[in-house]
């Protein structure tokens, strides 16, 4: 069965770090682009990064960039989101989801993590 | 990198059809045939149902389908069931920044 299984969520100052993981089964990891999506609270979806197949090409939404690192260790099946100088505003679920780009979308998602941003 | 244009909500009765619009420009809806939509129930994850345009992933049921003209991509429901009540989301990929989605529009099957 394909699954993806994120961690790493909490209550975080505002001003500090977080680092997001994200486990990948059932498929070949190695082959795939892998992005992370984000929901605030009783928000809609907003796409914040994706990173290719090889770890060699990533991009971001500029509401993160310069904030959020994405990576990937394709020896240990798992996607990273490094979340440094975190806002109030970037509080949400992350969800990582796996990116086909035969069809251009992203057709697995994982159940998600929550991060706070609060003081 | 503005969202894509959804409305907000739609309702239909069980067995009716309703459609779901989905408007966005020329960098992303309008240039490229790589739309997609979603279904997300409460407090859970997005489900891809839709995916370049027209296409449905396997497994998803027939009731779904997908067009666009210009701009504006469409989803239709045919056949609606209580347990199509969800959360609709399309998607774009974009010249600009890989992907936008839209504002999303709740589903009610009255």
């Known amino acids: 069965e394909v699954q993806l299984l994120e961690s790493g969520g909490g209550l975080v100052q505002p001003g500090g770090s977080l680092r997001l993981s994200c486990v990948a089964s059932?498929?070949?990891?190695?082959?795939?682009?892998m992005s992370w999506v984000r929901q605030a609270p009783g928000k809609g979806l907003e796409w914040v990064s994706v990173?290719?197949?090889?770890?060699?090409?990533?991009f971001y939404a500029d509401s993160v960039k310069g904030r959020f690192v994405i990576s990937r260790d394709n020896s240990k099946k798992t996607l990273y989101l490094q979340m440094n100088s975190l806002r109030v505003e970037d509080t949400a679920v992350y969800y990582c989801?796996?990116?086909?780009?035969?069809?251009?979308?992203?057709?697995?998602w994982g159940q998600g993590t929550t991060v706070t941003v609060s003081s | 990198q503005s969202a894509l244009t959804q409305p907000a909500s739609v309702s239909g009765s069980p067995g009716q059809s309703i459609t779901i619009s989905c408007t966005g420009t020329?960098?992303?809806?309008?240039?490229?045939?790589?739309v997609s939509w979603y279904q997300q129930h409460p407090a859970k994850a997005p489900k891809l149902m839709i995916h370049?345009?027209?296409k449905r992933p396997s497994g998803v049921s027939n009731r779904f389908s997908g067009s666009k003209s210009g701009n504006t991509a469409s989803l239709t429901i045919s056949g609606l069931q209580t347990g199509d009540e969800a959360d609709y989301y399309c998607?774009?990929?974009?010249?600009?920044?890989?992907?936008?989605f839209g504002g999303g529009t709740k589903l009610t099957v009255l």
């Open positions: 998607s774009s990929y974009t010249s600009s920044t890989a992907w936008v």
């Open positions: 370049d345009v027209t």
């Open positions: 990173i290719s197949d090889s770890g060699g090409t990533t």
């Open positions: 020329n960098s992303d809806v309008g240039g490229y045939n790589y």
């Open positions: 059932g498929f070949t990891f190695s082959s795939y682009a």
């Open positions: 989801a796996k990116v086909d780009y035969d069809i251009y979308a992203m057709d697995v």
